[in-house]
C-alpha cells in the first residue's frame, strides 16, 4: 500500500491538519469497521467467543511480527499504565534494589510506579536530570551499578519528544544485569521497533496513537527469558496453560499453577473484544504499508514543519533537524508550563491562532506539540507553516 492510500483511509485529514497522533491518532475506514462489525455481531448475537478470541490472538501476532517478537512474548492490556505495573509488580524486588530514570522527560505514568515501590519496598529511584531537553545517556549509564533492577526511558520523550538512544542504555543496563523497560507509547507504529536490536527485555504499549486505534486496548512485550522467570501479582484464567480441562485444574487446589508460556501470564480476565477487532485492522494496514517507510515518511515531514518554524523565527526545540528528531516537532522552551500547559502568553495565543485555523496539535509542559502520523502529507505541513506565519504577521 502506498501512503497516498493509506492517507485515503483516513476521513479526519479532510478539512484539518492533524498533527497530534502522540495525543490521540486518527483511525481509519477499515478499523471503524471491524469495530462497528463487532458492535453489529453483539447486537444482534450473531457473534461468537471463538471469534472474539481470533481477533485477540491476531492482534497479538501481528502486533510481534511487527517489533521482531513471538507472540508467545506478547501480553494483552488495557494501555501503556497497566501493562508497566503488571511487570514492575512481578519483579522480586528487594529493600535497597534501584531502578534509573529520568522523571523530567517520562509521562507520569512510567514515574508514579516506580516512587510507589519505594513506598512499597524500599526501593531505590535513582533521578537523573535531562540536559536541554534531552536524555543524558553518559549520565544514566552512571547512575546503574551492581544493585540496579530496571532502567527504564520512553524510545520518544513525552516532552519535548527527543528520540533516547536505546541501544546505549540498554548495553549499560545489561553489564549490570538490571533490565531494560521502555515506554513505547509514541514509537510502535511511528518509528521502526525490533527489539533484538535495541536490546529491550520489555515495552508497553497502547493502541490509540500510532496504532490507529481505540482506547482501552495495548500489549506488554516481555522478552521470553525474562518473563519465564516471573511470577504475576495479578492472575486469571487467560494468563494459565489450562490444557483440555480447566476445571480438573481449578479442583487441583492451586498445587501447581500453570502459567502460559511467555508473557502470556500476563493476561487477566476477559479481553477488551471491540479493542482486539480494531486493533487487528489497524495493525493489518501498517503491515501493508511497513513500519521503514512509515518512519521514513513521518520523520521527513517532521523536518520538514521543524526547519518551516525556525524559518519563521520560532523556537524549536533541539534546533535543526538532527538524530534526535523523530515525528515530534516542539515549539516552546521545554519545562515553561505544567502537564499540558504553558507559560508563556505567546505561545498560548499562537496555540488559540493555530486551533482556530484547522491545526490540531497539543500544549505540553510549555511546548506547543505537533507530531506527525503517517497518515499525514505534505499540505498538513504547509498549512501549519501558513496558519503560523499569519499569526507573527498579525502581531507585527
Not at 126 to 140: K, Q, Y
Not at 192 to 203: N, W
Request: aromatic share 6%; glycine share 10%; with cysteine.
Amino acid at each position: 500500500m502506498e501512503l497516498n492510500e493509506l492517507r485515503a483511509l483516513f476521513p479526519g485529514v479532510r478539512g484539518q491538519a492533524y498533527l497530534d497522533i502522540s495525543l490521540r491518532g486518527l483511525i481509519p475506514e477499515p478499523v471503524a469497521a471491524a469495530a462497528r462489525r463487532h458492535i453489529e455481531e453483539r447486537l444482534l448475537g450473531t457473534g461468537d467467543k471463538a471469534t472474539f478470541q481470533a481477533a485477540v490472538e491476531e492482534s497479538r501476532s501481528r502486533l510481534a511480527a511487527l517489533v521482531g517478537a513471538h507472540p508467545d512474548e506478547v501480553a494483552v492490556t488495557k494501555n501503556v499504565s497497566e501493562g508497566l505495573n503488571l511487570l514492575a509488580a512481578a519483579l522480586p524486588w528487594r529493600k535497597g534494589d534501584n531502578v534509573v530514570i529520568c522523571p523530567e522527560l517520562e509521562h507520569p505514568n512510567n514515574v508514579f510506579l516506580w516512587y510507589n515501590l519505594h513506598a512499597l519496598h524500599g526501593v531505590e529511584v535513582r533521578a537523573v536530570e535531562p540536559r536541554d531537553g534531552r536524555l543524558p545517556v553518559d549520565a544514566m549509564q552512571a547512575a546503574v551499578n551492581e544493585r540496579t533492577r530496571v532502567v527504564t526511558a520512553a524510545h520518544v520523550s513525552f516532552s519535548p519528544g527527543f528520540v533516547c538512544d536505546l541501544r546505549a542504555l540498554s548495553d549499560a543496563a545489561h553489564a549490570h544485569g538490571a533490565l531494560f523497560v521502555v515506554d513505547a507509547a509514541q514509537t510502535v507504529g511511528a518509528l521502526v521497533t525490533d527489539v533484538d536490536a535495541l536490546g529491550i527485555d520489555a515495552f508497553a504499549v497502547a493502541t490509540q496513537k500510532c496504532l490507529f486505534s481505540l482506547y482501552g486496548y495495548g500489549f506488554l512485550y516481555v522478552r521470553r527469558r525474562v518473563a519465564e522467570g516471573l511470577v504475576p501479582r495479578h492472575v486469571a484464567r487467560y494468563g494459565m496453560d489450562l490444557g483440555t480441562d480447566a476445571g480438573e485444574t481449578a479442583r487441583s487446589g492451586g498445587e501447581r499453577l500453570p502459567f502460559a508460556a511467555g508473557a502470556r501470564r500476563f493476561d487477566l480476565g476477559n479481553y477488551n473484544y471491540l479493542g482486539a477487532r480494531a486493533a487487528a485492522a489497524a495493525l493489518a494496514l501498517i503491515g501493508e504499508v511497513g513500519a521503514a517507510r512509515i518512519e521514513a515518511h513521518v520523520r521527513r515531514l517532521a523536518a520538514d514543519l521543524a526547519r518551516g518554524f525556525l524559518a519563521l523565527g520560532f523556537p524549536v526545540a533541539g534546533g535543526e533537524p538532527g538524530p534526535h528528531l523523530a515525528h515530534i516537532v516542539a515549539v516552546g522552551g521545554p519545562g515553561g508550563g505544567h502537564h499540558d500547559t504553558a507559560d508563556d502568553p505567546a505561545l498560548n495565543a499562537l496555540s488559540r491562532h493555530l486551533l482556530d485555523g484547522g491545526v490540531r496539535h497539543s500544549v505540553r509542559r510549555g511546548v506547543l506539540r505537533f507530531s506527525v502520523g503517517a497518515y499525514n502529507a505534505d499540505e498538513d505541513v504547509a498549512r501549519a507553516l501558513e496558519v503560523a506565519r499569519d499569526w507573527r504577521e498579525g502581531r507585527g
